[in-house]
């Protein structure tokens, strides 16, 4: 095979302008896609993480609260930082 040939067979799905950046993401790409078709999808995460949080809230305490909240710090900083560039 010629190298242009093994350059261009590395990728099987094309990119085209309609796909974003998430969806093309490994980890959170299935769920960019459902939430683009279908934006009840957000409720649907939502109830599903408050129910594991409380899950965790009861097995383990007010500790996985505290490890829950330290978790979302980056989201805060991220959030205040949109917030103040407008």
Sequence with gaps: MSPAKQETAMTDLPLT?????PGRLPLVGFIARDIERDINMVFYLLVIFVTCVVLAVMKWGIM???LTAVGFVPVMFCILIAITLG
């Design 64 to 66: 996985a609260l505290a």
């Design 17 to 21: 302008a309609s796909s974003s950046l």
